[in-house]
């Protein structure tokens, strides 16, 4: 049984990753414009400011502004998106078991995808979704840390 669980928790790793991929790197993000320079391109398609998107969100969502979907979507997906990394990255690798290595290595992690999506132009930079993305990270690695999974893992 053992063994079972862990080839089902690797195959659903591979799914995952391959599903993190799709979603992050692959399809029309909106952010088309490849006859500008990627120094405009960066300009235009990047957000430094903090909780902007997600106060815009939230806004739309209390007066009704704009079709609930696309709020939701945002800012549920990418509180959740990454929530399964806080589980598996500590399962493979042992040294993410400790939180502070873990947080240091998912703001490294997420600062390069963001940077990757901007550079390769299959998205946007916003710190608001590094926000979300690494606290669906933490409360991942929180239901890592649970007696519940440790004793299901063993």
């Not at 992050?24 to 430094?48: D, H, P």
């Not at 079709?67 to 040294?95: E, Q, R, S, T, V």
């Amino acid at each position: 049984m053992k063994k079972l669980k862990k080839v089902l928790f690797g195959f659903s790793w591979i799914v995952y990753l391959l599903v993190l991929v799709m979603l992050l790197f692959m399809g029309n993000r909106g952010y088309t414009w490849t006859e500008l320079s990627l120094w405009e391109y960066i300009k235009i398609a990047s957000n430094f400011t903090p909780f902007k998107t997600i106060s815009t969100y939230i806004q739309a969502i209390m007066d009704d502004s704009m079709n609930l979907d696309i709020p939701i979507k945002n800012l549920a997906g990418n509180l959740f998106m990454f929530l399964p990394m806080g589980i598996y990255l500590p399962f493979y690798i042992n040294k993410l078991n400790k939180g502070s290595i873990f947080i240091i290595s998912m703001i490294i992690l997420l600062f390069l995808i963001e940077a990757i999506q901007l550079v390769a132009r299959r998205g946007s930079f916003d710190i608001d979704d590094f926000i979300l993305n690494m606290l669906g990270a933490l409360i991942g690695f929180g239901i890592w840390k649970t007696k519940i999974v440790q004793k299901f893992i063993k």
